[in-house]
């Protein structure tokens, strides 16, 4: 929190962050984030009638809590988000993967999974400067690695997507608002981007590039405009924008979808708006398969 402090001032400032009141190392960092979710929470529990439910797979006091069916048996929406640090080596065991494969098996599930970005993945020292000041977040070192539990989730999963760089939106001209999303709506028969137009600003997002050549499996729904007047190599190798969602509809193994989006489009840490309420809302209100089951024929006495 000191850091945090130093960077954001004179945001955390008040009592209710000091020594007496807030969690001052590493967990009080996690917990701003934890904070950060009850709006979506909230969100979502409106909607469906049900309470968001949240689990840690390793909290504070050290806890693992692996996925399964203690977790699964009742969901229709599992969101897993990545911000464990690569330095942690966090992977899913076979089991999880088992698990959450068995699940999709069931019609009208949805896995979203978030890996977080990958700062300065290389040993170019130069580059990773540039794509410091790229970003230009104080907060964010030189190099910092997220998603290796999401990354090994994905692999396990089938799901031909790597989570690269962190790349800054850019912003309409002249203001402070995120640019508007490129949205290929002809892809989204879910609808989940009906009345989006754009997400959050976070100044180092992933971009979500495709690793298999299937276009079929994967559809790339949302492209966000990069901020084009800080260099950074993905740039300079050309690209304009960055893939930040992407949705692979079900197949003859998988009854379920999974999609990829970012963690911090579920959070209020980095500002809110209200389209980016109306996406929490589409993908709350997807034929889930509670309404599969509520459809099936019921035993009369």
Known sequence: MTEVRRVAWPAYEGAEWD??????????TLE????????????????TGYPVAVFQ???????KLPIDDRILAD???????????????????QEEISAVRKWLEREGTCLLLGPHHDVGFTEDLKQRQQEYLHHGDALVP?????????????????????????LRPALVKGTRQIAPLTVNRDLDELGLLNGVTTFNFH???????????????VHVLTRQPIDLERPHPFVEAGNTEFNSCIWMPPNTQRAGHILLADSTIFTTLFGGVESLETFWKNLAMLPLASAVRAKQPQAVA
């Open 19 to 28: 020594e007496k009141h807030f969690l001052q190392g590493i967990a009080g």
């Open 32 to 47: 701003l984030f934890h904070r950060s979710t009850l709006a979506f929470q909230k969100v979502v529990g409106e909607a």
């Open 57 to 63: 797979r390793i909290d504070q006091a050290g806890y």
């Open 75 to 93: 969901t229709d929406t599992l969101m897993v988000f990545g911000l464990d640090h690569l330095l942690s080596e966090q992977e899913a065991d």
């Open 142 to 166: 030189r190099q910092q690695r997220f998603g290796q539990y999401t990354r090994s989730m994905m692999k396990g999963l089938g799901v031909p997507v790597m989570n690269q760089f962190g």
């Open 203 to 217: 100044p180092h997002l992933p971009h979500y590039a495709m690793t298999g050549a299937d276009a079929k499996s």
